[in-house]
T-cell receptor
């Protein structure tokens, strides 16, 4: 079974500063990893994903994340944030092993609320 | 445009009443999901369906029911047995393809349910 821990429930940051949102996971099998963003009163939108290949993954809106297998982490970063990045960010993991077949449910972290201040 | 449509955006339930939340997708996805979101608790899976006429309970299915009679539609009924239904409900869908779209879930805009 997998689990996801988002280490910070809230991250306040000033506009144009860099930000890192931390995500750790646990799993006995290989995994796929995802970051989603949720703006107030809206659904979730995929920011980026790691399925295989390069461990540095680039997503939309200037975000990137690095998969670190030894540290079981998938931290999200942006070098310079904007007011419009204020949102809830969710890390999620699914089983990538062959035994999962097509039944790849997502396991979700509790979310990190990013507040960008002017 | 392709996507997932949830309706209504806001819904109010009276005591003892069943209410149904609609979810329709035109992405030709086989799998569909219902999540409940409460502040600070992330997303919790209520029910999911991998194919038409089949669905499975998620982590918090008690007090909810679903049907999957058509590929495009996955309505969720919040029954009177659900004693704390106030929450934000999200519907999602995904392709069962084994290609690059592995389990990427696409979400609707949500329905906010409140109890009168």
């Amino acid at each position: 079974a997998q689990s996801v821990t988002q280490l910070d429930s809230q991250v306040p940051v000033f506009e144009e500063a860099p930000v890192e949102l931390r995500c750790n996971y646990s799993s006995s099998v290989s995994v796929y990893l995802f970051w989603y963003v949720q703006y107030p009163n809206q659904g979730l939108q995929l920011l980026l994903k790691y399925l295989s290949g390069s461990t540095l993954v680039k997503g939309i809106n200037g975000f990137e994340a690095e998969f670190n297998k030894s540290q079981t982490s998938f931290h999200l970063r942006k070098p310079s944030v904007h007011i419009s990045d204020t949102a809830e960010y969710f890390c999620a993991v699914s089983d990538a092993g062959p035994a999962a077949g097509n039944n790849r449910k997502l396991i979700w972290g509790l979310g990190t609320s990013l507040a960008v201040n002017p | 445009d392709g996507g997932i449509t949830q309706s209504p955006k806001y819904l109010f339930r009276k005591e003892g009443q069943n209410v149904t939340l609609s979810c329709e997708q035109n992405l030709n996805h086989d799998a569909m999901y219902w999540y409940r979101q409460d502040p600070g608790q992330g997303l919790r899976l209520i029910y999911y369906s991998q194919i038409v006429n089949d669905f499975q309970k998620g982590d918090i299915a008690e007090g909810y029911s679903v049907s999957r009679e058509k590929k495009e539609s996955f309505p969720l009924t919040v029954t009177s047995a659900q004693k704390n239904p106030t929450a934000f409900y999200l519907c999602a869908s995904s392709s069962r393809s084994v290609g690059s779209a592995k389990n990427i879930q696409y979400f609707g805009a949500g329905t906010r349910l409140s109890v009168l």
